[in-house]
C-alpha cells in the first residue's frame, strides 16, 4: 500500500490534502481512489470510492447531500433514489477535489456545508483537495482529522528522479539547468 493509502487509513479517514498549483493533490487523490477501488473490489463489503469536483458545487443548494445526489445522477447516471440510499448506508466514500475551484464568494458556504454534511452523517470517509494559498485565505477550516500539504521537490530531488530515468532526460536536465 501507499503512503497516501496509510495516512488516509491511520488518520481515521478524514483528509485534506493540500498543495500549490501543479503539486500533485488530484494525483494523490486519485492514487487514493484507485487503491480504494482495488480494496473494495477485494471486498464486497467495502465502502464504493467516489471523487466529486467541487468546480460544479452550487451554493443555491447550500446542501452538500443534496448535490452529491445531483452529481451522481448527472456525472454517473446513478438514480437519485440508489444515490440516497447509499448515503443513508454510508456506502460511499467521499473525495472532493478543487475546493479551491469554488468561486471565492462561495468557498466558505462550502466548507460550512461540507461541515455539516460530516456532522449529519457521521463518520463517512472524506478526502479534500485545496490549493494551499486559497484555503489559508479562508476564514472557516473543514472539520477533517488531519491535514497534508505537498511541497514542491527541490532541485536536487528533481534532478536525482531525472538521473534515475537515465540518459534518455539528458535534453530535460539541460534545459533545467538553462531555465529553472
Sequence with gaps: SSLILNVFENTGRSLLILGEPGSGKTTLLRRLVTEQII?????????IPVIFHLSTWNYKKNNLLVWIVDELQARYKVSKSISRSWLEDQSLMIFLDGLDEVETNQREACIISINSFL???????????????????????LNLNYAVEILPLDETQIDNALKRLGRKTSPVRKILNQDP
Design 39 to 47: 480494496i473494495a473490489e477485494r471486498n464486497n463489503t467495502s465502502q
Design 119 to 141: 456532522q449529519e452523517n457521521g463518520l463517512v470517509p472524506i478526502a479534500v483537495c485545496c490549493r494551499s494559498r486559497e484555503y489559508i485565505k479562508s476564514n472557516t477550516r
